[in-house]
C-alpha cells in the first residue's frame, strides 16, 4: 500500500474534507482513483513531465471531474499531491443566481431529501417517457420499499424537489382524484437536450434559481462565509420558516450541502470553502435563449 501525502495544507484539505468540497459525481469519479493509487501507485491513462521545482516525474490524471498532479516514489511507496482541481464549466451563473424565484416571505421551500443532481434528470427523464406517477418514478429510481406508500415517498423525493427547481409540475385527474408529475417548459427544455452536457448546464441554472441555494451562494460569496454545516442549517431554517423537516433534518441538510457543492463545482462559483477559491468563467445561461442550436 502507498501512503498518500499531499504538498499544502490547501490541497491536502481538498482531498480529506469530502463534506466541503465534494459532491457526488466528484466522489464517484475520483475515490476510486485515490483507491487505485494508494493501492498500486499507478493510474491507467495518466501522463508525465517536469515541473520547476519538483524533482523527478510529475503524473497528471484528468477526469471529468477533477485534475491531478502527483509523483511516485515507488521505494518508500509515498504518493505526493501537489495539485488537485475541480473541473468546472461555463455558465452565466450571475444571471441565474439573480433570477426571481417569486417566493413570498410566508412560504415554506420545500427542501430536497436528494442530493444527487443525476437522480434528478433520471426522474426528469422518466417523466417525459410517461413514468409519471410517484410510485412508478420510486420504482425506477430503485426503491425497494414493499409498501406502494414507502415506493411512491421515494418518487416524492425527487418529484416535489423538481417542483421547487420549476422544472416539474404536479397535474391532478379529475377521472380518479390521482395526481400525477408532468414537466414544464424548462423541464421540457432540459428533457429534449441531446447531449449530457446541456442537460447538466440547464440543472445546473435551475438550481442556481433555487432560494435556499442563492441564500447560501450569496452568504459564501458576499459574507464571505465558509459553507458550514450551520450555514446550511440557517438557510433552511429561513425557508422552511423554522422548521426543517424534523427526523429528516440531517438527510435534508446533506443533500442541501451536496446539490451547493455540485453547482458551484459545475459553474465554477467561487464560493468560499474553508481556504479554497475557485475561478469564474461566463456564457449566456440556456434558459433565456431559446435558440436550438443550445439543444
Known sequence: MYKIECADDKTRSMIKDRNTFWDPELGKEFSPVLKQLRRTGEIAGASC???????????????????????????????????????????????????????????SVYIPQIGDP????????????????????GIALG????KEKDQARKGDYAGRALMAFGLVERVHHKEDGHSVYALTKKGALLSASKDQETRE???????LGFYPIQIIVSATRQGEKPLTKELIQEAIAEVTLGDC?????????SSLRALVNWVTRWAGIAIQRGDSSGIQLYIPNIYADKKSQHL
Open 49 to 107: 513531465g517536469f515541473r520547476p521545482g519538483v524533482a523527478g516525474l510529475i503524473y497528471e490524471i484528468k477526469g471529468k471531474t477533477f485534475k491531478l498532479d502527483y509523483t511516485v516514489n515507488s521505494e518508500k511507496k509515498i504518493i505526493r499531491i501537489y495539485e488537485f482541481r475541480q473541473v468546472f464549466h461555463h455558465i452565466d451563473w450571475q444571471t441565474a443566481l439573480e433570477r426571481d424565484c417569486q417566493r413570498s416571505e410566508e412560504e
Open 118 to 137: 443525476h437522480l434528478f434528470l433520471k426522474a426528469i427523464t422518466l417523466i417525459s417517457k410517461g413514468t409519471n406517477t410517484p410510485k412508478g418514478i
Open 143 to 146: 426503491s425497494t420499499a414493499k
Open 201 to 207: 448546464r440547464l440543472l445546473a441554472e435551475a438550481l
Open 245 to 253: 423537516g424534523g427526523t429528516t433534518s440531517p438527510r435534508r441538510a
